[in-house]
């Protein structure tokens, strides 16, 4: 069975549409089958995670190790829905500056 990093299910392909790499989390390493062009988000968000809990130990020290990854589990949830939100908002200023716009040029039309 193949380990995938996204929700999609595995399509019927050659394996020699995949690359077999290691990456280590942790002090453990794991290895994965992902395509060439998902190799180094792949590499990089190993080494992200692997940074967050390295700050973590040196933050908090005497947890283990399963405790750091749901706290970087946890870290990187939070952040995902604050990016979210900041995304969306900007959206709703976009939309009120529109609309504002939008006044603006049918008072001039109407003058």
């Given at each position: 069975?193949?380990k ?19 990456v ?38 005497g ?49």
């Amino acid at each position: 069975m193949e380990k995938r990093i996204d929700n999609k299910q595995p399509m019927e392909t050659n394996n020699s549409e995949f690359l077999n790499i290691n990456v280590t989390l942790c002090d453990r390493p794991y290895r994965l089958k992902v395509k060439p062009e998902e190799e180094q988000q792949v590499r990089k968000a190993a080494k992200y995670i692997s940074d967050k809990v390295r700050n973590l130990q040196e933050e908090f020290a005497g947890k283990d190790k399963q405790d750091y990854l749901a706290m970087c589990a946890l870290t990187l949830g939070v952040d995902k829905f604050n990016l979210e939100s900041d995304k969306s908002g900007s959206d709703s200023d976009v939309l009120k500056d529109l609309i504002k716009l939008e006044k603006q040029i049918e008072k001039a039309l109407n003058t």
